[in-house]
């Protein structure tokens, strides 16, 4: 079974602009998290999704939004960019609900100038 | 406020000998926790869970074990190799509670020396 999968990989984009992430999910599994992760910060929740739903938001602003589609593949989207926004965007997958055992993609490497 | 907690942020150990990774946690509704282990540029990868029925979850080289009274959980790899390197990070969630996302500690890094 393939595993998650992030695109992309590294993105580099100037303060102000607007980034979307895609991340397609485990087959079969229909939780989609996503995180942020920081030096020193480790992972921080931003939002999961179950079956086309936003189930839980972390504490982040309103700038950071997701979506999930009818075949579990979700985007997470940041507009305005901010400096303090580069981090390592990580998505995870669950076969049900986030508190099961998750299981992440690579990550995409986002870089604001 | 941290709910999971990592008070080591790194540990060195001699290839051969125990490593042994340590974490706290707050919320007593959490009842499932798990284990991540990181290398640079990629995903966290699943290493070990543990329900709050158990004390003790062992695979292979890894041992989870869980103590519910003192909120505490350890990892313990035996025997340590150099490859075993990288970012140790809990995570804890509430299963029974329900629609409550893992809670990560910040993570320790840990350096098997050959």
């Known amino acids: 079974k393939a595993g998650v999968t992030q695109t992309p990989r590294y993105l580099i984009k100037t303060r102000g602009q607007q980034v979307t992430l895609s991340c397609s999910p485990i087959?079969?599994?229909?939780?989609v998290s996503w995180y942020q992760q920081t030096p020193g910060q480790g992972l921080q929740f931003l939002f999961e999704?179950?079956?086309?739903?936003?189930?839980n938001k972390g504490n982040f602003p309103g700038r950071f939004s997701g979506r999930q589609f009818s075949n579990s593949r979700s985007e997470m989207n940041v507009s305005t960019l901010e400096l303090g926004d580069s981090a390592l965007y990580l998505c995870?997958?669950?076969?049900?609900?986030?508190?099961?055992?998750?299981?992440f993609g690579p990550g995409t490497r986002l870089l604001v100038l | 406020d941290q709910q999971v907690k990592q008070n080591s942020p790194s540990l060195s150990v001699q290839e051969g000998r125990i490593s042994i990774l340590n974490c706290d946690y707050t919320n007593s509704m959490f009842d499932y926790f798990l284990w991540y282990k990181k290398y640079p540029a990629e995903g966290p990868t699943f290493l070990i869970s543990?329900?709050?029925?158990?004390d003790k979850n062992e695979d292979g080289r890894f041992t989870v074990f869980l103590n519910k009274s003192a909120k505490h959980l350890s990892l313990h790899i035996v025997p340590s190799q150099p490859g075993d390197s990288a970012v140790y990070f809990c995570a804890a969630s509430g299963r029974n509670s329900g629609n409550t996302p893992l809670v990560f500690g910040k993570g320790t890094r840990l350096s098997v020396i050959a």
């Open positions: 995870a997958s669950s076969l049900g609900a986030a508190e099961e055992t998750q299981y």
């Open positions: 543990i329900s709050s029925i158990k």
């Open positions: 999704y179950f079956s086309e739903t936003q189930r």
């Open positions: 087959s079969g599994h229909r939780s």
